[in-house]
């Protein structure tokens, strides 16, 4: 198994700056691409960006050009600039591989305007 631990949410203003992380532990055969999801009240859960072992990273168009998602071997770090209010959500890590699927318990990420 594969077990994620999120940290870093808070509360920031717009335009600001905030940086998550997610360290994955446990079995290494079952670590591969990893990603951030979020899920705002009353909303379904949707993909922020992804990263897998080669680093090769691809983004939601709601985030590109002001989220950067970055990987250091099992660990990855969200960066997150210039928020909107739009960006408040549960951040949630993800790690696949080969049809494992492993979450997160998620990390609150509140933008007040």
């Known amino acids: 198994q594969v077990q994620l631990q999120e940290s870093g949410g808070g509360l920031v203003q717009t335009g600001g700056s905030l940086t998550l992380s997610c360290v994955a532990s446990?079995?290494?055969?079952?670590?591969?691409?990893m990603a951030w999801y979020r899920q705002a009240p009353g909303m379904r859960r949707e993909f922020v960006a992804q990263i897998n072992a080669n680093l090769n990273a691809v983004y939601s168009d709601s985030v590109k050009g002001r989220f950067t998602i970055s990987r250091d071997q099992n660990t990855i770090t969200l960066q997150m600039t210039r928020v909107k209010p739009e960006d408040t959500a549960v951040y949630y890590c993800?790690?696949?591989?080969?049809?494992?699927?492993?979450w997160g318990q998620g990390t609150q990420v509140t933008v007040s305007s």
């Open positions: 993800n790690n696949w591989r080969n049809g494992y699927d492993a």
């Open positions: 446990g079995n290494a055969n079952r670590i591969g691409r």
